[in-house]
């Protein structure tokens, strides 16, 4: 091994490891965003399915009263 | 408004989409001219080409030490105030801290094969070192095999209190004892004792992984966040669909 080999082994294993710390941390990030965002679209549907609901039965009992 | 007040989860989420772009385009930019630097800079006179491993194993060394500053200081912030950013930037530096150290352990073997002669001895700076990355490692492994995030949390924040002693020895584990390793020759009461031409490429380097660093370690805190944030929503979901 001369000694360009073991500058050009330790700037490789270098750049390699930081460039998959890298990707792993923006993988990461973009996973929770992206299920952040489908989880809250998830809770805005059942806040207005569950609020549709209660408009039906409360329309419903003014229909029976009446 | 105190500062501990200004540093809440929504207001870091702001600022940190604002500041994390500039800080990855300012790393990405000082480490090219860094490069540069290194690429244009004389070999040293006894170990010619193979000088140029300083510039990225010193800066690995500094921000290893640096990162477990930095948790022992979130250590701190999370069982004194219980800050909720305090944890976040504990558990978010531990990734980048350990593989910054793992780089610093690695090129340092090849620098000291052509230089000593071995990749390997267990002299008291390297094997600091060494300590140094088992205590990273060991503190994401406490938190993985503790459910309770809030117990897991102040667990790693004593431990992190308890394992910083490791680095003063660290630093100056080559003044204490006679090591292979060579004396400090930057960070000295005396000043530097390098060459400028060789020092100027080292501190560009060193300025510019601190960048990435900090970039990587902010990412995390934003990935760390958003996590919380799925698991509160995951958690409230449950309750309602069993109510």
Redesign the interface.
């Known amino acids: 091994m001369t000694h360009f080999t073991f500058i050009a082994a330790a700037y490789g294993v270098s750049f390699l490891g930081l460039g998959l710390l890298t990707l792993v941390l923006v993988l990461e990030y973009r996973g929770q965003k992206r299920l952040l965002v489908e989880l809250e679209a998830r809770r805005k549907a059942r806040r207005r399915q569950a609020a549709e609901r209660t408009l039906a039965a409360r329309s419903a009992a003014v229909e029976k009263s009446a | 408004m105190a500062l501990l007040d200004l540093a809440n989860p929504v207001r870091f989420m702001t600022l940190s989409a604002r500041v994390l772009p500039v800080l990855a385009a300012a790393a990405v930019v000082v480490l090219g001219i860094g490069f540069y630097l290194v690429f244009h800079a004389p070999a040293d006179y006894q170990q010619?080409?193979?000088v140029?491993?300083m510039y990225?194993?010193v800066p690995?060394a500094w921000l290893s030490m640096f990162g477990y500053t930095l948790m022992a200081t979130s250590a701190i912030g999370l069982l004194v105030w219980r800050h909720p950013l305090a944890d976040v930037a504990h558990k978010a530096t531990a990734?980048?801290g350990a593989?910054f150290a793992?780089?610093c352990l690695?090129?340092g073997a090849?620098?000291g094969?052509?230089m000593w002669g071995t990749y390997w001895v267990w002299d008291a700076r390297l094997t600091s070192m060494l300590v140094l990355l088992l205590l990273y490692l060991g503190l994401m492994a406490l938190r993985a095999a503790i459910e309770d995030p809030n117990r897991a949390g102040r667990a790693a924040a004593v431990l992190t209190l308890v394992g910083f002693i490791n680095v003063p020895i660290v630093k100056f584990s080559v003044d204490w004892w006679n090591t292979l390793h060579q004396p400090a020759s930057v960070l000295r009461m005396d000043g530097p004792t390098i060459d400028p031409s060789l020092l100027w490429p080292l501190l560009t380097c060193a300025v510019g992984f601190s960048l990435?660093f900090i970039t990587?370690q902010m990412?995390?805190m934003?990935?760390e966040i958003?996590?919380r944030?799925?698991q509160s929503?995951?958690a409230?979901?449950a309750a309602?669909a069993s109510a």
């Open positions: 010619g080409d193979t140029k491993i990225i194993h690995f990734p980048v593989t793992l780089l690695i090129t090849l620098w094969r052509p990435l990587l990412l995390g934003r990935t958003l996590r944030r799925v929503l995951e409230r979901a309602e």
